[in-house]
């Protein structure tokens, strides 16, 4: 198994600039997050999806949009980078409330 | 509103000592609550969790974490410190409806010779 898969693994963007992080898992799990982990910040999250179809806002969503149109995938969208999006990002998923947070490896993102 | 705060950004111990990290949650409804250890360069993985069953849970490497309602606390322990335990460690809260889970701001841990 894979496990969570996220790509770009490194961008640089310019200001103004839009991107997607792309977040796949292989393990059915119902349940998908996006976290952004800034030094001595711990992670935020700024997305999750409790299932296909269904998404919803985090604790730091303005200036992202995701979508979660199959199981597996749940793509994070940054329009208009901004020097405040700088940050790894991490996608997580798991089987439900109470079950374990599987990580994806982080893709960190340099807005100049 | 539901929140999770950890006590201390950085704690230091020396090897063989006692660890405490501490963990408090606000939450109108009954908890659900994790333990995560990050070693540098590498990403979360799971020391222990809660999940409305024994108050009192053990986790991998000898930690080990307490649920006390009346304090809404969950403080991580572990009897003697190793140099390997030293890393960055986040509490976690997650709850019955709506999915929604949530990290305090993460305590680093430094274990000294």
């Known amino acids: 198994n894979a496990g969570v898969t996220q790509t770009p693994k490194f961008r640089i963007l310019k200001i103004g600039q839009s991107m997607t992080l792309q977040c796949a898992q292989d393990?059915?799990?119902?349940?998908m997050y996006w976290y952004r982990q800034d030094p001595g910040m711990g992670l935020k999250l700024i997305y999750y999806s409790v299932g296909a179809g269904i998404t919803d806002k985090g604790e730091v969503p303005n200036g992202y949009n995701v979508s979660r149109s199959t199981t597996e995938d749940f793509p994070l969208r940054l329009e208009l980078a901004a020097p405040s999006q700088t940050s790894v990002y991490f996608c997580?998923?798991?089987?439900?409330?109470?079950?374990?947070?599987?990580f994806g490896e982080g893709s960190r993102l340099t807005v100049l | 509103a539901q929140s999770v705060t950890q006590l201390g950004s950085h704690v230091s111990v020396s090897e063989g000592a006692l660890v405490l990290l501490r963990c408090n949650y606000s939450?109108?409804?009954?908890?659900?609550l994790f333990w995560y250890v990050q070693y540098p360069n590498q990403g979360l993985q799971l020391l222990l969790k809660?999940?409305?069953?024994?108050?009192l849970v053990k986790g991998i490497n000898g930690f080990e974490a307490e649920f006390k309602k009346s304090e809404t606390s969950f403080h991580l322990t572990k009897p003697s410190a190793h140099m390997s335990d030293a890393a960055e460690y986040f509490c976690a809260v997650s709850f019955n409806q709506g999915g929604k889970l949530i990290f305090g701001q993460g305590t680093e841990l430094s274990v000294k010779p």
């Open positions: 997580a998923s798991r089987t439900g409330v109470t079950g374990e947070l599987f």
């Open positions: 809660y999940t409305s069953a024994a108050t």
């Open positions: 939450s109108s409804v009954p908890p659900y």
């Open positions: 393990m059915n799990h119902n349940y």
